[in-house]
């Protein structure tokens, strides 16, 4: 399958193949032909399957067909749970939509709106946003939703965690009745089926990599470790691999600064990025670690939604995260879009719960691997 066999349009085709995508990743395949078809579509996908690019070319496509301008309005409202994902999600636009005549602006919180406003006065056809901030400018009378066509809830299982649903739930009734909806979530809890329910019309389901079983291209094995001796750990594995890029994954803020500040003092350059630092601090150090400078990012799972490395090969659980659900969505940062990565895993006496947690829900063991750093 090409993504012109697809029924892309040429000016969406350059860019793609500027940009190297070859084929359509399995969601992209599956979701575009309904989207360009006009249909709501529920998409069970985590970051790394290609989602953003699935909705994301039909949404120009259509948009171009209907030959909107500057003054049109807000066409599309993209709405994502983290400033980073958002970012991500705009940067991608910006790419694929370099051949058309259609603007787009992104807004998120924690920084002054002056600039936000100032773009959305320039008149915007996408926006991509986080639901705090818009709902703030929408009441402060800078953006009118009522020209909507197309709405995209992505990450919703994440906007449910991280408490926006009464902002969601003031954005709705803002929209037209008459649109097209575009829902993904990584896991389908019970409360996310109700949520796509009231906002989705005869959706088209769409699923790839289902929760329970992560990209087969992870390398994944497991350290059981004193927590006391895991810093030791992730140092010699740093060192032995050779590791030039890795996301570390700590439970805590003061856990991720704890490690960062250590691989530094080691001589291994790491930075944490957590909800306590500035968005400032966030994006420069993102940044550092997109263009190696970094060569270590310790994060928290909220931190981390987003991230977006291209063929990050090593992705390390310093400490197990409680919720199964949240390992998956941690490898599945590594080995994305068909390249191949590695899951190494830390856990101590107290993990061992989650541990288990984690292999009935993968429904399959997880390499052990002995080491000299117990006592
Ligand atoms: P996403 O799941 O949308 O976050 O995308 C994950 C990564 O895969 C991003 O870096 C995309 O640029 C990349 N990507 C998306 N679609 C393709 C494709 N068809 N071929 C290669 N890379 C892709």
Redesign the pocket.
């Given at each position: 399958m090409t993504?012109k066999e697809l029924n892309l349009i040429q000016p969406l085709l350059g860019p793609?193949d500027k940009?190297?995508?070859?084929?359509?990743?399995p969601?992209?395949e599956q979701s575009i032909p309904h989207l360009l078809g006009g249909r709501d579509i529920f998409g069970c996908?985590?970051?790394?399957?290609?989602?953003?690019?699935?909705f994301a070319l039909p949404i120009l496509q259509m948009l171009d067909a209907a030959k909107i301008g500057p003054r049109s309005g807000i066409k599309a409202l993209i709405l994502a749970p983290t400033r980073e994902l958002a970012i991500?999600?705009h940067e991608?636009i910006v790419l694929y939509s370099e051949n058309m005549n259609i603007s787009s602006t992104v807004i998120f919180g924690g920084i002054n709106q002056h600039s936000q406003v100032q773009s959305l006065k320039k008149g915007v056809n996408i926006l991509i946003a986080t639901p705090g901030r818009l709902l703030d400018l929408m009441q402060q009378g800078f953006i009118k939703l009522n020209m909507v066509t197309h709405f995209v809830l992505d990450e919703a299982d994440r906007m449910l965690d991280m408490g926006f649903i009464h902002d969601i739930k003031k954005i709705i009734p803002k929209l037209p009745e008459q649109k097209q909806t575009i829902f993904f979530s990584a896991t389908v809890a019970p409360d996310i089926k109700k949520l796509a329910d009231t906002l989705l019309k005869k959706p088209v389901s769409v699923e790839v990599t289902p929760v329970a079983s992560p990209s087969e291209l992870v390398d994944q094995s497991v350290y059981f470790v004193d927590k006391n001796h895991k810093r030791t750990l992730l140092k010699h594995l740093i060192k032995e691999n050779n590791i030039q890029q890795a996301l570390v994954f700590t439970r805590t803020k003061h856990g991720a600064d704890k490690v960062a500040k250590e691989l530094s003092k080691s001589g291994i350059s790491a930075e944490a990025i957590h909800g306590n630092k500035s968005q400032n601090a966030r994006e420069r150090a993102l940044a550092g670690f997109k263009n190696h400078e970094i060569r270590v990012l310790v994060a928290t799972d909220i931190a981390s939604r987003g991230i977006?490395?291209?063929k990050l090969g090593y992705v390390f659980n310093f400490e197990l995260p409680e919720v199964a659900e949240t390992y998956v969505h941690r490898i599945g940062r590594t080995g994305?879009?068909?390249s191949e990565g590695v899951a190494f895993s830390f856990c101590d006496k107290e993990e061992l719960p989650y541990f288990k947690g984690i292999t009935k829900l993968m429904k399959r063991d997880i390499r052990k691997v002995e080491h000299p750093f117990n006592n």
């Amino acid at each position: 399958m090409t993504f012109k066999e697809l029924n892309l349009i040429q000016p969406l085709l350059g860019p793609l193949d500027k940009m190297g995508y070859t084929k359509p990743t399995p969601i992209q395949e599956q979701s575009i032909p309904h989207l360009l078809g006009g249909r709501d579509i529920f998409g069970c996908a985590q970051t790394g399957t290609g989602k953003t690019a699935a909705f994301a070319l039909p949404i120009l496509q259509m948009l171009d067909a209907a030959k909107i301008g500057p003054r049109s309005g807000i066409k599309a409202l993209i709405l994502a749970p983290t400033r980073e994902l958002a970012i991500q999600i705009h940067e991608n636009i910006v790419l694929y939509s370099e051949n058309m005549n259609i603007s787009s602006t992104v807004i998120f919180g924690g920084i002054n709106q002056h600039s936000q406003v100032q773009s959305l006065k320039k008149g915007v056809n996408i926006l991509i946003a986080t639901p705090g901030r818009l709902l703030d400018l929408m009441q402060q009378g800078f953006i009118k939703l009522n020209m909507v066509t197309h709405f995209v809830l992505d990450e919703a299982d994440r906007m449910l965690d991280m408490g926006f649903i009464h902002d969601i739930k003031k954005i709705i009734p803002k929209l037209p009745e008459q649109k097209q909806t575009i829902f993904f979530s990584a896991t389908v809890a019970p409360d996310i089926k109700k949520l796509a329910d009231t906002l989705l019309k005869k959706p088209v389901s769409v699923e790839v990599t289902p929760v329970a079983s992560p990209s087969e291209l992870v390398d994944q094995s497991v350290y059981f470790v004193d927590k006391n001796h895991k810093r030791t750990l992730l140092k010699h594995l740093i060192k032995e691999n050779n590791i030039q890029q890795a996301l570390v994954f700590t439970r805590t803020k003061h856990g991720a600064d704890k490690v960062a500040k250590e691989l530094s003092k080691s001589g291994i350059s790491a930075e944490a990025i957590h909800g306590n630092k500035s968005q400032n601090a966030r994006e420069r150090a993102l940044a550092g670690f997109k263009n190696h400078e970094i060569r270590v990012l310790v994060a928290t799972d909220i931190a981390s939604r987003g991230i977006d490395v291209d063929k990050l090969g090593y992705v390390f659980n310093f400490e197990l995260p409680e919720v199964a659900e949240t390992y998956v969505h941690r490898i599945g940062r590594t080995g994305r879009a068909g390249s191949e990565g590695v899951a190494f895993s830390f856990c101590d006496k107290e993990e061992l719960p989650y541990f288990k947690g984690i292999t009935k829900l993968m429904k399959r063991d997880i390499r052990k691997v002995e080491h000299p750093f117990n006592n």
